[in-house]
């Protein structure tokens, strides 16, 4: 296993009631509309089946927002959204969480992801890149990041469109003191190695599950198959930054200033795994905002998808009454 990275440890210089408060959340990737099909298994190439279920929802980065919002983050939205049904969807959304919108809505509406939920809880992606592909410096601008905000970024985010570029070239300037926590998604083996560097540049938090740790890893040279501990361990020290491996049932491995270590989640029976990287990002990111150490937000983030998990639904995280209550239990 791999040696501790020297990077920055990441804790409260002056807690949630120090004299300029908590930090923000800042979401500087997509919100989007999910539509959510429940299915005993995917259908055969070719094939077809019928969806026990079927809903219309708020998804992509609302979820991540959302589970923010629930844990008494203030959150920001900096990106794009459209003008149609499902712009109105997604700021509808943003409005119930009470998550502030910094831009004007687009011309066109925003997009949509086909979400499969099989069975056994696993769950496949099919996106569209509409509204929230856009992004206008000015509107990021005015979030004036202050040395206490966390921001949030998608791997999503690095696809070609407008908003890879603003976003690339607005994360360099941000002040000393604000955090970039990092989601890499499912398509970061598939990044072009310009803006995918510029994302490592900048990352001071990098939170992955284990699939994504693996492409990742096969991407820039490491050993993929390395175990866990290993894994987060040797990508810490490949990015310089903190890494949250999240394990799904077994928790997180946390690598970076230290020595990678397990932190466990508490047991309990999934029912529908849609969404719970969201929840874990989310509250992390929250808890960071709030002056939390990086060992006690990952804690913290492992109770709140544990929680999410029994419950159906991409936006299950739960509220910081809800987390309270697991971690003491």
């Given at each position: 296993?791999?040696g501790?990275?020297?990077?920055?440890?990441?804790?409260?210089?002056?807690?949630?009631?120090?004299?300029?408060?908590?930090?923000?959340v800042?979401?500087?990737?997509?919100?989007?509309?999910?539509?959510?099909?429940?299915?005993?298994?995917?259908?055969?190439?070719?094939?077809?089946?019928?969806a026990?279920?079927?809903?219309?929802?708020?998804?992509?980065?609302?979820?991540?927002?959302?589970?923010?919002?629930?844990?008494?983050a203030?959150?920001?939205?900096?990106?794009?959204?459209?003008?149609?049904?499902?712009?109105?969807?997604?700021?509808?959304?943003?409005?119930?969480?009470?998550?502030?919108?910094?831009?004007?809505?687009?011309?066109?509406?925003?997009g949509?992801?086909?979400?499969?939920?099989?069975d056994?809880?696993e769950?496949?992606?099919?996106?569209?890149?509409?509204?929230?592909?856009?992004?206008?410096?000015?509107?990021?601008?005015?979030?004036?990041?202050?040395?206490?905000?966390?921001?949030?970024?998608?791997?999503y985010?690095?696809?070609?469109?407008?908003?890879?570029?603003?976003?690339l070239?607005?994360?360099?300037?941000?002040?000393?003191?604000?955090?970039?926590?990092?989601?890499?998604?499912?398509?970061?083996?598939?990044?072009?190695?310009?803006?995918?560097?510029?994302?490592?540049?900048?990352?001071h938090?990098?939170?992955?599950?284990?699939?994504?740790?693996?492409?990742?890893?096969?991407?820039?040279?490491?050993?993929?198959?390395?175990?866990?501990?290993?894994?987060?361990?040797?990508?810490?020290?490949?990015?310089?930054?903190?890494?949250v491996?999240?394990?799904?049932?077994?928790?997180?491995?946390l690598?970076?200033?230290?020595?990678?270590?397990?932190?466990?989640?508490?047991?309990v029976?999934?029912?529908?795994?849609?969404?719970?990287?969201?929840?874990?990002?989310?509250?992390?990111?929250?808890?960071?905002?709030?002056?939390a150490?990086?060992?006690e937000?990952?804690?913290?983030?492992?109770?709140?998808?544990?929680?999410?998990?029994?419950?159906r639904g991409?936006?299950?995280?739960?509220?910081?009454?809800?987390?309270e209550?697991?971690?003491?239990?």
């Amino acid at each position: 296993m791999s040696g501790p990275v020297n990077v920055p440890v990441i804790g409260p210089v002056i807690g949630p009631m120090g004299p300029a408060g908590p930090g923000r959340v800042l979401h500087a990737g997509q919100a989007l509309v999910d539509l959510v099909l429940t299915v005993p298994h995917l259908p055969e190439r070719g094939g077809d089946l019928f969806a026990r279920s079927a809903d219309l929802l708020a998804g992509g980065g609302f979820n991540v927002m959302a589970a923010a919002a629930r844990d008494g983050a203030r959150v920001v939205y900096l990106g794009g959204h459209g003008t149609g049904p499902f712009g109105d969807i997604v700021r509808s959304a943003l409005r119930a969480e009470g998550i502030e919108v910094l831009a004007a809505p687009e011309p066109e509406d925003s997009g949509f992801s086909i979400a499969f939920i099989e069975d056994d809880a696993e769950r496949t992606f099919v996106s569209t890149l509409g509204a929230e592909g856009l992004a206008r410096r000015a509107d990021f601008d005015a979030a004036r990041v202050g040395g206490r905000d966390v921001v949030y970024v998608s791997g999503y985010s690095l696809v070609p469109s407008p908003h890879r570029e603003v976003l690339l070239g607005w994360l360099p300037g941000l002040p000393a003191g604000a955090r970039v926590v990092v989601d890499p998604g499912p398509l970061v083996g598939e990044v072009e190695g310009a803006p995918l560097a510029g994302l490592m540049a900048a990352a001071h938090v990098w939170s992955t599950n284990e699939r994504e740790a693996r492409l990742l890893a096969r991407r820039i040279g490491l050993d993929a198959g390395a175990g866990r501990e290993s894994l987060a361990g040797d990508l810490a020290q490949e990015l310089g930054c903190a890494v949250v491996l999240r394990c799904g049932a077994h928790g997180a491995i946390l690598a970076g200033a230290e020595a990678a270590r397990h932190l466990p989640a508490p047991a309990v029976t999934a029912i529908d795994t849609n969404g719970a990287g969201d929840a874990h990002c989310g509250v992390l990111c929250a808890a960071l905002a709030a002056g939390a150490g990086l060992g006690e937000a990952v804690e913290r983030a492992n109770h709140a998808a544990a929680l999410a998990v029994t419950r159906r639904g991409p936006a299950t995280s739960p509220t910081a009454a809800e987390i309270e209550a697991s971690l003491r239990g």
